[in-house]
């Protein structure tokens, strides 16, 4: 459990001290949304939602891809000989999960300001978008891990995650409509499947790893 | 083993003629080819899984190769299916004064279509990544791990998706669900259940003479 914190600790001070990524990042998620502004003006709630997860997506995977893909090898190997698979990987999907948390918000507060706010329900579509992010964070972080071992780029990790990642999408797409209009009230079914699919992947995640990781 | 792969053969060629002869009226004899088309796609997909999760446990190149090959005849019967509901669907559920092409967006959104489609995406996308990694141990385990976490979550999606969405399938009955033994008669299931295991020992068939071409090319190359 030590060893969990301690990772995910210096990957918040690797971020911390190379803030270039996470600007990078944010510029990425900025400029996508300015170019979606330019396109349309004043989207209606479906539009504004499904322009909302389709950015959400593309962030995700340029937030989750470098958390692999910028270790080395031969950093790999160090942590190898220091710790069990299983704490590298729980450590590394809870970091990207926390790095997506932050990125959803940001975005959110982009689209609220550039693209208007559809929203009905404030509190329950904040929290839809955090689960949302770490769902996705969770999937393509142990897709990102596969995409580094066999040295490819994100393009691959794309390629695998899109469509491992629709039903998801569609589910989360579906409760999160929800939220635009006062009638409907908000699935609680849903969101539990939501919920039942994250321990699911990590629970995979922390099955298969070990096989990913040795060499 | 050679035996056993003739006995399978013969099975398979006696049990695959036999959907052919069903004396039902028209367009619900698709039922014996499309149906058991995505039957035997899961159930190859399924074989595949099995031997990805065996090759990790033992690490034999010979059940990774069998995972690749059950993936691909998969992959070829997914195609079938698509092609024999296509037909139906043409006949069913396109509104005769559009232009086919023109409906096929509002076919399409049908949720097991949707599934089916992101199953073949799943199955394409592990044949890329397969390909695209040069070490041969690498990319048999790196494959199979692929394998597996895909099959885990897309399987559950493709099955609970169906009863959140609303859906046209089976359509022209207007009951939707997948309700086998409620939509059809006891005449036809006499007929379905042997199309669906012939149908998917035909795919096993197919993909144990790929493996066995493969092994003989192997061996042809000193491999």
Known sequence: MSHIFSLIKKDLLLELRQQYSFYGLLLYGAATLFLLFMAIESPEANIWNGLFWITQLFICINAVAKAFLQESRGRMLYYFTLNHPTSFILAKLFYNGILMLAMSAISLLFFLVLMGNPVDKMGAFVGMVFLGGFSLSLVFGFLAAIAARAQQNAAVMAIMGFPVIIPQVVLLMRLSSTAFSPLVSIPIPTILLLLALDALVILLAVILFPFLWKD | ?223
């Open chain 2, 1 to 223: 083993m050679t035996i056993l792969l003739l006995a399978y053969t013969f099975i398979a060629g006696l049990l695959g003629p036999v959907p052919r002869l069903p004396p039902l009226q028209e367009t619900i004899r698709n039922l014996y080819f499309h149906v058991c088309m995505w039957f035997a796609m899961m159930i190859l997909f399924m074989i595949s899984l099995v031997h990805s999760i065996r090759y990790l446990s033992t690490l034999q190149p010979k059940l990774d190769r069998a995972a690749r090959l059950y993936a691909g005849t998969g992959i070829l019967f997914g195609l079938l299916g698509y092609g024999t509901g296509a037909i139906w669907a043409s006949f069913t559920w396109a509104d005769p004064n559009i232009p086919l092409l023109d409906s096929f967006s509002t076919i399409a959104r049908d949720p097991k279509l949707i599934g089916a489609a992101v199953a073949l995406l799943v199955y394409a996308a592990y044949m890329i990544l397969r390909d695209s990694i040069n070490d041969i141990d690498k990319r048999a385990r790196i494959s199979a791990v692929y394998n597996i976490f895909a099959f885990v979550l897309l399987f559950p999606a493709i099955w609970i998706l169906p009863r959140v969405l609303p859906s046209l399938h089976p359509g022209n009955e207007g009951n939707p669900a997948l309700d086998v033994e409620n939509d059809i008669s006891a005449d036809m299931r006499i007929v379905f259940y042997p199309a669906v295991v012939g149908w998917t020992l035909l795919g096993i068939w197919i993909t144990q003479l790929k493996i066995r071409l493969q092994v003989l090319a192997g061996k042809k190359f000193g491999l």
